[in-house]
């Protein structure tokens, strides 16, 4: 059975900083490209971030260059979302997600999803 736990998010302030994980069990991690999707109320799922199969490459949408940082650990079967200097506008429900195949830098075909996390920033 396939699994994607996200955890991590909550409110906080501006400026802050915050660590989001996904722990994923039920297929093998190290051969699937993980991404981060983001869902703010009324608006449409973003894609934010993703990394290679053995962390190599990585892809971010502009909005979070320089303040997002993903990061995957296939020893545990975990990817992180890294966010500082967080901005209102980053608040969202935060989704994991991979995917079988490349390219990294698509928000398209990914198969399996988490249930989500949600980040409040308070400006």
């Known amino acids: 059975q396939v699994q994607l736990v996200e955890s991590g998010g909550g409110l906080v302030q501006a400026g802050d900083s915050l660590r989001l994980s996904c722990e994923a069990s039920?297929?093998?991690?190290?051969?699937?490209?993980m991404g981060w999707f983001r869902q703010a109320p009324g608006k449409e799922r973003e894609f934010v971030a993703a990394?290679?199969?053995?962390?190599?490459?990585?892809y971010y949408t502009d909005s979070v260059k320089g303040r997002f940082t993903i990061i995957r650990d296939n020893t545990r079967n975990t990817v992180y979302l890294r966010m500082n200097s967080l901005k209102p506008a980053d608040t969202a429900v935060y989704f994991c997600?991979?995917?079988?195949?490349?390219?990294?830098?698509?928000?398209?075909?990914?198969?399996?999803w988490g249930q989500g996390t949600q980040v409040t920033v308070a400006s």
């Open positions: 997600a991979a995917k079988r195949n490349p390219p990294i830098d698509s928000g398209s075909s990914y198969e399996y």
């Open positions: 990394i290679s199969w053995r962390g190599a490459r990585t």
């Open positions: 039920g297929f093998t991690f190290s051969n699937y490209v």
